[in-house]
């Protein structure tokens, strides 16, 4: 059921992977400042499923509401603007642009979506992940520790309805796994947003405020 | 703007490879250009050069030896003429304006002396700038860039040698008085140093004697033997339509050759034609080479960029936005190589204009049409857009999961 404050809803979602179902996802509704752990086996169709709730891959079927547009009933252009405007990604080796500046590279996020680039919000934001030392560097002298916190300001920047985030502890230990868990919820929570998981790993879990494994099909 | 900024900073990140596809594409450019302009330039430097000769009388031979010889003055005189028949030959007023004859053989300092008849001023419509035409034996003439860089005046006396190019024998018994000086015409006449022709025929002969006398044999037999020796007669026609019987009929002649500069030079530039053509297309290669070299540098670097690509459309980014980093790329590139081909087509024209100016007086002033700016211009326009084109479209048109998952 829908709520006033739900950000991202499924409706009875199914993944496919070259026209074969692999898996569905069972309903969720993310509320803002809350926290989704989509859980699943290696191969099992988690990055599908995050791909289709970015908009960026068609599900099999089901429906998929961010704050109350259907993504996939959107014609492509206004879809693609919408998840740069409503929809943060963090993804598994972060995928910054090594070419700029941390400052660049969350400004790009907000050309990428049509939006200007609000300069007191790359200070806040950097400020806020203590990184702000650090916005004239480019990214590829950064420390992972340090590209994992602009890969969430940048996912952040554009004051996202929901932060969707790929496999993001798969290779840190087990201190590691609990600050980033935690930077990602205290941000996303500080900023107004639902925080959306896909994971195997079962660490997750605990720091997650609700968690919903992928059933696959036969 | 930010899309330009980052086609810049991607740029700047391979400044090896940007520098290199520039530098080959300016080159390649440079050669097309200087090769288009080169090709106009040239005949019309040419017929600057021999300002209003219509017709050159010379011995029986070669009619482009003859026109490089006595119009264009860049080679060497093949014989003498007796004056008196060819002007004879000449002698048609409703067809010829003005006729002088020129006898060439000596230098001062590399500046060749020629003797002639105070018509030569008529046929290149020349005037006195200060001084007189001469009005006895060695007394001389200086065309206008003679005059300026020997530095003579009016009073002055100089020595000339034998031969055409500096460093001959010195006929140091006969020095020249220089009595006028003639105002700039633009052709080949500012190079000469005039003198009566009878002067040439008088120092010639003088100075034959003195190596009979002394080793019993002279080198200018001709001169002695021939009262009214001269290396060609000049000639203008009064009407156009005399080009089309005087050299036919000085050439029906036994021991004549009439050679018209404008046709002898379009021979040579039909002959050369096929070496401008060449040196089109190496340009064009050069172009293409280069244009390749900017595709496969773009594509290859797009390949390795594929994954910030998938990232811009995953962060929103349009397939407009996404074609104007590829196109603003190609674009700096194709830029920096027209701004240094540019600079490479003006050094080259400047210095290939000196040197020719220098070897044989032509003066090359290269212009370009602006169809031949637009086609340069569209061409450049088009090899950038086919270069990065094919990096655009396939970073535009592939799946983003598949970019972000390769």
Request: glycine share 8%; proline share 4%.
């Amino acid at each position: 059921m829908q709520t006033i404050s739900a950000v991202l809803t499924t409706c009875n979602l199914t993944l496919d992977r070259g026209g074969r179902p692999i898996a569905s996802l069972p309903d969720i509704t993310v509320a803002r400042g809350r926290s989704v752990a989509i859980l699943g086996a290696s191969g099992s169709g988690k990055s599908t499923t995050l791909l289709a709730l970015a908009g960026v891959r068609a599900p099999a079927g089901g429906e998929i509401v961010i704050e109350d547009i259907a993504l996939w009933r959107m014609p492509p252009t206004m879809r693609d603007r919408l998840r740069g405007q409503r929809i943060g990604l963090v993804f598994q080796s972060f995928h910054l642009i090594d070419a700029v500046s941390v400052a660049s590279n969350l400004t790009l996020a907000a050309r990428c979506a049509g939006l200007r680039p609000d300069h007191a919000r790359v200070s806040h934001l950097l400020g806020s992940l203590q990184i702000d030392q650090l916005r004239r560097r480019r990214t590829d002298r950064l420390s992972h520790g340090q590209a994992q916190r602009v890969a969430v300001a940048r996912a952040l920047f554009n004051k996202p309805a929901v932060v969707l985030a790929d496999e993001p502890t798969s290779a840190l230990d087990d201190a590691s796994t609990a600050s980033l868990l935690a930077l990602l919820k205290e941000t996303t929570a500080r900023e107004g947003a639902g925080l959306v998981i896909a994971t195997h790993d079962r660490r997750v879990i605990d720091a997650m405020d609700e968690t919903v494994e992928l059933r696959p099909l036969p | 703007m930010i899309f330009v900024a980052l086609a810049f900073a991607y740029l700047r990140r391979r400044w090896g490879q940007a520098l290199l596809s520039m530098l080959v594409g300016a080159l390649g450019i440079a050669a097309v250009v200087t090769a288009m302009a080169g090709f106009e330039a040239l005949p019309q430097a040419a017929r600057h050069a021999w300002g209003g000769v219509d017709l050159v009388v010379g011995p029986k031979g070669s009619a482009l030896d003859l026109v490089l010889c006595c119009a264009l003055h860049v080679s060497e005189p093949r014989g003498l003429i007796s004056v008196k028949p060819a002007m004879a030959a000449l002698d048609n007023p409703m067809m010829i304006r003005a006729a002088a004859p020129i006898a060439l053989g000596d230098n001062v300092d590399g500046w060749r002396i020629m003797g002639t008849t105070p018509a030569i001023l008529d046929i290149y419509k020349a005037r006195i700038a200060s001084g007189q035409m001469w009005t006895d034996k060695l007394q001389a003439v200086l065309g206008a860039s003679v005059a300026r860089a020997l530095k003579f005046k009016i009073g002055d006396s100089f020595v000339g040698a034998h031969g055409l190019a500096a460093g001959g024998d010195l006929h140091d018994k006969f020095p020249y008085k220089v009595v006028g000086v003639l105002k700039p015409t633009g052709s080949v006449l500012d190079r000469l140093v005039l003198t009566d022709i009878e002067t040439v025929r008088y120092i010639h002969v003088e100075q034959a004697k003195v190596e009979i006398a002394e080793h019993g044999s002279t080198d200018e037999p001709m001169v002695t033997n021939l009262p009214d020796a001269a290396t060609a007669v000049l000639a203008a026609y009064r009407i156009p339509t005399a080009a089309a019987f005087m050299p036919r009929r000085i050439d029906a002649t036994e021991d004549m050759t009439g050679a018209s500069p404008t046709f002898e030079i379009a021979r040579l530039m039909g002959y050369l034609r096929p070496l401008t053509v060449a040196a089109t297309g190496f340009g064009l290669l050069l172009v293409i080479i280069a244009a390749t070299g900017a595709a496969v540098g773009l594509l290859a670097t797009m390949n390795m960029r594929t994954r910030d690509l998938a990232l811009l459309r995953a962060l929103g980014a349009s397939r407009l936005k996404i074609g104007t980093v590829a196109f603003a790329e190609a674009g700096i590139i194709t830029a920096g190589a027209v701004i240094v081909g540019a600079a490479l087509v003006f050094g080259m024209l400047m210095l290939g204009s000196d040197v020719l100016a220098e070897r044989t007086g032509l003066l090359l002033q290269p212009h370009f049409r602006p169809a031949q700016v637009a086609m340069i211009l569209g061409g450049t326009i088009l090899v950038t857009a086919v270069a990065a084109a094919v990096p655009a479209l396939r970073a535009t048109y592939s799946q983003i999961e598949e970019l972000l998952q390769s």
